[in-house]
Each structure stands twice: as structure tokens, then as C-alpha cells.
């Protein structure tokens, strides 16, 4: 029997396991029971998630979906960690700032795999079912375009990561045309 290679988002969350555990080691007791917990539970999430999506060929597309979630999940628990102080060292008074960083690296990577990964996926779909942009799961029940304007974008599932979300909600808002519905669009 011949067995199937991992792809490298595998290492990498393995890596992320093995960092997360010295990192949480060093938190002050009341940050390793509180934000450290929910650390070690979202990255072993992180893993299973990616374990099913890798072995659950069947069902790859939703398992790459929650696997997005569980990296963005992963990636707001880190940042509050940083934000509540988890990483000062109790000795010095001091944040390891380095520490932080090289979590924060290794969920981005792990983040451009996975989103990566769910573009591929989708594309597969696409060519499977044989219609462009459909994805599974969601509803293209999008009104077609009045005569002189553009297309209406279909709905968009989840960002591959958060700095796409932030990206978006950069952008000024501008009022609609056609009423006070309280509607902008970016």
C-alpha cells in the first residue's frame, strides 16, 4: 500500500503544535490556564482539521473551509494574548516580542497554505460541475445586472485571511445610488 504524501501545511501546523507548547510554557500562570489554553486548543484544531481535509477526500471542501476559520480563530487568540500580556517575561517585566513573531509567521504561512489550498479546491469544483464560479455550498441566486451597469459579484464566502478582511474594511465607504437604505458598498 502506497502512501499518500502530507502537504507542507501539515509540517508547518506540527511545527506551530511544537512552538505553541514552549511558548505557553513560558506564560505566567494566570495566561497559561486562560489565553494559552484556548492556544493549544485552537492549534491542535488547526491539525485536525488539516488531518481530515488531507484524509476525507470526499468532504475536502468543507474540512479546507473550517480549516480557514480555525487559522483565523488562531490568529485573533494570538493577537490578544500579545494584547493582554502573555508574552512579558514575569522576571524581566519585558514582552518577548520574538516569540510572538514567530508564531505569528508560522499561522500566516500556515494561513497562505490554506487559503491556497481552498482556491485549488474550488477550482477543482468549478471544473467538475463545469460552470465558472460556483462554489459549494453557496447560493448564486444573484439578479441579473440592469441594461448599463455592472454585474452584481456573487457572495463571498470567507477571506483566505484576516489581512483580506482588514484590506477591505480599509476602503472608504460610498452611499449607494437609489435610496436611503442605509446600504454602502466599499
Known amino acids: 500500500m502506497m502512501s499518500t504524501p502530507l502537504p507542507p501545511i501539515y509540517r508547518d501546523i ?26 493549544r486548543t485552537q492549534a491542535m484544531n488547526m491539525m485536525r482539521g488539516v488531518n481530515r481535509a488531507c484524509f476525507d477526500t470526499g468532504q475536502q471542501a468543507p474540512h479546507i473551509q473550517a480549516s480557514v476559520w480555525l487559522v483565523d480563530d488562531y490568529k485573533l487568540t494570538l493577537q490578544l494574548a500579545m494584547e493582554v500580556g502573555a508574552f512579558k517575561n514575569a522576571a524581566k517585566g519585558q514582552a518577548n516580542f520574538s516569540q510572538f513573531e514567530e508564531a505569528a509567521n508560522l499561522v500566516a504561512n500556515i494561513g497562505k497554505q490554506c487559503g491556497g489550498w481552498q482556491q ?47 484590506a477591505s474594511a480599509s476602503k472608504p465607504l460610498t452611499p449607494t445610488k437609489g435610496g436611503g437604505d442605509n446600504e454602502a458598498t466599499p
Open 14 to 39: 506540527r511545527r506551530l503544535l511544537v512552538h505553541n507548547e514552549e511558548l505557553v510554557r513560558r506564560f505566567s500562570r494566570y495566561h497559561k490556564y486562560t489565553v494559552g489554553t484556548d492556544l
Open 120 to 166: 485549488k479546491t474550488a477550482g477543482r469544483l468549478r471544473t467538475q460541475v463545469g460552470q465558472p464560479g460556483v462554489h459549494q455550498g453557496v447560493s448564486q441566486d444573484v439578479p441579473p445586472a440592469a441594461p448599463g451597469s455592472k454585474p452584481a459579484a456573487p457572495p463571498q464566502v470567507h477571506p483566505a485571511s484576516l489581512s483580506a478582511c482588514a
